[in-house]
Structures are given as structure tokens and as C-alpha cells.
């Protein structure tokens, strides 16, 4: 159980357009996504918490209106990166988790990637 | 945030050799979480230790934490290239919010 899945896994994008992220909860009913970016080689870094039917929230120094967020759902939740720029490129991973029940700590289940290029 | 750091050295072994990266970390955390990440794929967690646990094991996986230092270690004894993988440390100050390190990478070599 507690499989999470990102669509696309991998999309390359000319500069200027906008690209949307999608991450699902498939087996369980998720309160809360997370959004991570990644460099080559690097660490996650947190951009935001997103709990369902409510705004995201942004970590500092990541831009609202760059980073679009949408989790209209317990199970599905967006990133769109709109007019994306070469330094936008990165891997995007979500995670999601739930209050109570899979675990006392609200484990994190993470989804498998998109590797985003933007040309 | 919280901002778990590992020694940055990548880790090259034999196999069947053990391999032991660490973590540190500057705040106060209500857990201290591993995770394994194969080149281009998501994160599969491998071990959470709370913060009044010293040491916890799973399989070939020994995790010890000590908060008066904020550092943990990760212990992977009897290797395999199986393991060959990043491993990062996550932090969580209790709001579910995770600060990962940057990442130890490590090579079996077969």
C-alpha cells in the first residue's frame, strides 16, 4: 500500500510555456503533499506544503506565482511551473501523507520523480 | 527549517564490506528519518528513529541518533551492489515539514 505516482516522469518544454506536475495518492486518501525540488547531485529542498482544499504553503525564497499549487482532492495534487526558464529545470518530487492511521508519525510516501527541461 | 547534513565524502566499498555514512543537524527534532535514493528515481525510506531512541535496527540497517551531539549515523553491514544508491537524512521538527542532508553517495563494488 501507500504507493504514490507523478505525471509526467520526464518533460522537456520550451522556454516561456508552462508545465503542470501532476502527483497522486493511489491507495490512501492524503491530507497533506509535499513539493521538493532537486539538482544534479543535491539535496531535496522543501518548496511547499500543500494540505487539501486549502493554499499552499510556500517555503522562503520559493515564488507563489512561479510555482502554481492545486490539491483540489485527497488524492491528487498539482504543481505547475508557468513560464518555465532553463534554471527551472530539476527534478520535482511529492510526497504525501495522511493523519492517523497508515502511521503515528504521518510517514511520508514519495512519488517517483519528473524530470523537468526546459529548453 | 531544520537542516540535517552528512559528510559529504561519497563511500566506494566492496562487497559484503559494511558501510557507515552520518548526519548532523543544528535544531531540535522530534525524529530523524533515512532514506535511499537510486540515480533518478524517488525515495524509498529505509528507518525512523524518534528522538528519545539512541539506536534502532532493521535488517542489515543499524541507525543510532545522539541529540546531545545532533548527529546520527547509518550502519548497512554485509553490503551488496543492490545498496549502491544515495542515502539522505531527513529531519523532522515535529510538523512533518522534512530538511534533508545532502546526500552520502555510495558504490559496492561486486
Known amino acids: 500500500g501507500a504507493v504514490v505516482s507523478q505525471h509526467p516522469s520526464r518533460v522537456i518544454c520550451k522556454s516561456g510555456t508552462s508545465v503542470k506536475i501532476e502527483c497522486r495518492s493511489l491507495d490512501f486518501q492524503a491530507t497533506t503533499m509535499f513539493w521538493y525540488r532537486q539538482f544534479p547531485k543535491q539535496s531535496l529542498m522543501l518548496m511547499a506544503t500543500?494540505?487539501?482544499?486549502?493554499?499552499?504553503?510556500?517555503e522562503q525564497g520559493v515564488e507563489k506565482d512561479k510555482f502554481l499549487i492545486n490539491h483540489a482532492s485527497l488524492t491528487l495534487s498539482t504543481l505547475t511551473v508557468t513560464s518555465a526558464h532553463p534554471e527551472d529545470s530539476s527534478f520535482y518530487i511529492c510526497?504525501?501523507?495522511?493523519?492517523?492511521?497508515?502511521?503515528?508519525?504521518?510517514?511520508?510516501?514519495f512519488g517517483p520523480g519528473t524530470r523537468l527541461t526546459v529548453l | 527549517s531544520q537542516q540535517g547534513e552528512e559528510d559529504p565524502q561519497a563511500l566506494s566499498i566492496q562487497e559484503g564490506e559494511n558501510a557507515t555514512m552520518n548526519c548532523s543537524y543544528k535544531?531540535?527534532?522530534?525524529?530523524l528519518q533515512w532514506y535511499r535514493q537510486n540515480s533518478g528515481r524517488g525515495l524509498v525510506h529505509l528507518i525512523l528513529i524518534r528522538s528519545n531512541e539512541r539506536e534502532k535496527h532493521s535488517g542489515r540497517l543499524r541507525v543510532t541518533l545522539d541529540t546531545s551531539k545532533k548527529s546520527s549515523s547509518l550502519l548497512i553491514t554485509a553490503s551488496r551492489a543492490a545498496d549502491t544508491a544515495s542515502y539522505f537524512c531527513a529531519t523532522d521538527g515535529g510538523n512533518n515539514r522534512l530538511a534533508f542532508g545532502k546526500g552520502n553517495q555510495v558504490v559496492v563494488i561486486p
Open positions: 500543500s494540505n487539501e482544499g486549502s493554499k499552499a504553503t510556500y
Open positions: 535544531t531540535s527534532i522530534n525524529n
Open positions: 510526497s504525501a501523507t495522511t493523519s492517523g492511521g497508515l502511521s503515528s508519525y504521518n510517514e511520508q510516501f
